[in-house]
């Protein structure tokens, strides 16, 4: 090596960082060693041969405790890098089978918490009805949230969401602008809003539904696609909730103004508001250029949590198969217009105790051309 070469080496080799060494943290990540037939740990003489032979320069900065300044060699920089990297140069220097290999004194087994469980259970019941998980930032234009980042990296996503809609509504507007069709996505993340005691957060969950639910059908239509009804969205979402034993009650809800004021409804679980359902209102639909029908859905995580916790959600039951033959019956009333089905259910639920299985709604008239007196069916 040429002098100028040998000053350049020296030089960087000053200009090279060093890693601070402890050996007690050595001795709480290697363990012990086998000396015969006792157990010992690893000396600081020994870590500082080891060090040495690979070319490292090792300064004492405490005595007592036995703490190294390090200098690592140039053409080790790239692989040395931090505490744990001269830890494993030693333990693999040192000989991997020399280190005690007794399993610790007390293990546990490993588990899942319950809201872990519930969230894979929602995902796998999503995805089972057509649905595609997608997960975006929790970041947004300032605009769209109340609590905003003190420094953020980009002025554009400065503030933290306070719902998900709003991300899959732009995922699926997206989606359509490069060509790949309606995006019938959810998400399961984390929503962010302000509140009397300071920032607080929760879980929450969302989907958007649209477009032709069985695209390859189209040649009997004649090339040209159906929009996803309401009935159809509502029908996903239900198959999803009732995989997971929950059966939902809809009220009129007005709330919300990116929903259609007269198709859009709010979900409830035993007395327990669980979020809501609904048509895109026709004004975003035409400004952000979606479909003719979009769907959506926003849930509460922690209300779906506290109904699947209890005992009876979540243990199986065995039903036995009834010795006798389904029966169905057709029931046609009179009602006013401002009646919900919801009630009418409930009042047939209860007339049939447990011996009625489900009751469904399949027809609605309105005109002027009805019977005088409202026919009569047999239960």
Same mark, same amino acid.
């Given at each position: 090596?040429?002098?100028?070469?040998?000053?350049?080496?020296?030089?960087?080799?000053?200009?090279?960082?060093?890693?601070?060494?402890?050996?007690?943290?050595?001795?709480?990540?290697?363990?012990?060693?086998?000396?015969?037939?006792?157990?010992?740990?690893?000396?600081?003489?020994?870590?500082?041969?080891?060090?040495?032979?690979?070319?490292?320069?090792?300064?004492?900065?405490?005595? %007592?405790?036995?703490? /190294?300044?390090?200098?690592?060699?140039? &053409?080790?920089?790239?692989?040395?890098?931090? *505490?744990?990297?001269?830890?494993?140069? $030693?333990?693999?220097?040192?000989?991997?089978?020399?280190?005690?290999?007794?399993?610790? *004194?007390?293990?546990?087994?490993? &588990?899942?918490? =319950?809201? &872990?469980?519930?969230?894979?259970?929602?995902?796998?019941?999503?995805?089972?009805?057509?649905?595609?998980?997608?997960?975006? &930032?929790?970041?947004?234009?300032?605009?769209?949230?109340?609590?905003? $980042?003190?420094?953020?990296l980009f002025t554009e996503y400065s503030a933290?969401?306070?719902?998900?809609?709003?991300?899959?509504?732009?995922?699926?507007?997206?989606?359509?602008?490069?060509?790949?069709?309606?995006?019938?996505?959810?998400?399961?993340?984390?929503?962010? /809003?302000?509140? %009397?005691?300071?920032?607080?957060?929760?879980?929450?969950?969302?989907?958007?539904?649209?477009?032709?639910?069985? !695209?390859?059908? @189209?040649?009997?239509?004649?090339?040209?696609?159906?929009?996803?009804? /309401?009935?159809?969205?509502?029908?996903?979402?239900?198959?999803?909730?009732?995989?997971?034993?929950?059966?939902?009650?809809?009220? !009129?809800?007005?709330? #919300? *103004?990116?929903?259609?004021?007269?198709?859009?409804?709010?979900? /409830?679980?035993?007395?327990?508001?669980?979020?809501?359902?609904?048509?895109?209102?026709?004004?975003?639909?035409?400004?952000?250029?979606?479909?003719?029908?979009?769907?959506?859905?926003?849930?509460d995580f922690e209300v779906l949590l506290e109904?699947?916790?209890?005992?009876?959600?979540?243990?199986?039951?065995?039903?036995?198969?009834?010795?006798?033959?389904?029966?169905?019956?057709?029931?046609?009333?009179?009602?006013?217009?401002?009646?919900?089905?919801?009630?009418?259910?409930?009042?047939?639920?209860?007339?049939?105790?447990?011996?009625? $299985?489900?009751?469904?709604? =399949? #027809?609605?008239?309105?005109? *002027?051309?009805?019977? @005088?007196? !409202?026919?009569?069916?047999?239960?």
């Amino acid at each position: 090596m040429t002098g100028q070469a040998l000053a350049d080496a020296r030089r960087d080799f000053s200009l090279t960082p060093t890693i601070e060494l402890r050996l007690e943290r050595l001795h709480q990540v290697l363990g012990p060693i086998w000396r015969g037939d006792d157990a010992d740990y690893i000396q600081a003489p020994e870590v500082e041969q080891i060090l040495t032979a690979l070319g490292c320069e090792l300064q004492a900065i405490a005595e %007592e405790r036995a703490v /190294w300044q390090v200098k690592i060699p140039p &053409y080790r920089y790239r692989d040395l890098e931090r *505490e744990i990297d001269l830890i494993e140069e $030693v333990a693999r220097l040192y000989s991997y089978d020399r280190f005690c290999d007794q399993l610790p *004194e007390k293990t546990e087994p490993g &588990y899942l918490s =319950f809201a &872990y469980q519930v969230r894979q259970r929602l995902r796998a019941a999503l995805r089972a009805v057509g649905l595609t998980e997608v997960v975006h &930032y929790s970041l947004v234009k300032p605009e769209e949230a109340s609590i905003v $980042v003190t420094n953020p990296l980009f002025t554009e996503y400065s503030a933290l969401r306070s719902n998900l809609l709003s991300g899959l509504i732009d995922a699926f507007a997206y989606n359509l602008s490069q060509g790949n069709g309606p995006l019938n996505a959810f998400e399961i993340e984390r929503v962010f /809003w302000r509140s %009397e005691d300071g920032m607080e957060e929760t879980d929450a969950i969302a989907g958007i539904m649209g477009g032709d639910l069985f !695209p390859q059908g @189209r040649w009997t239509r004649g090339g040209k696609g159906a929009p996803l009804t /309401w009935y159809e969205a509502k029908g996903l979402l239900e198959a999803a909730l009732g995989s997971l034993q929950l059966g939902v009650e809809y009220q !009129p809800d007005r709330a #919300d *103004e990116r929903f259609h004021p007269g198709r859009t409804a709010s979900l /409830w679980l035993e007395g327990k508001r669980l979020g809501r359902f609904g048509q895109l209102h026709p004004q975003l639909r035409q400004e952000r250029d979606l479909p003719e029908a979009v769907y959506a859905f926003e849930l509460d995580f922690e209300v779906l949590l506290e109904m699947l916790e209890r005992e009876d959600a979540i243990t199986p039951k065995f039903e036995p198969f009834s010795t006798y033959p389904a029966v169905e019956r057709d029931l046609a009333f009179f009602a006013p217009v401002d009646l919900l089905v919801t009630e009418l259910e409930k009042t047939i639920r209860k007339a049939g105790g447990q011996l009625l $299985v489900g009751v469904e709604v =399949f #027809d609605e008239y309105r005109g *002027e051309k009805r019977p @005088r007196r !409202p026919a009569q069916f047999g239960v």
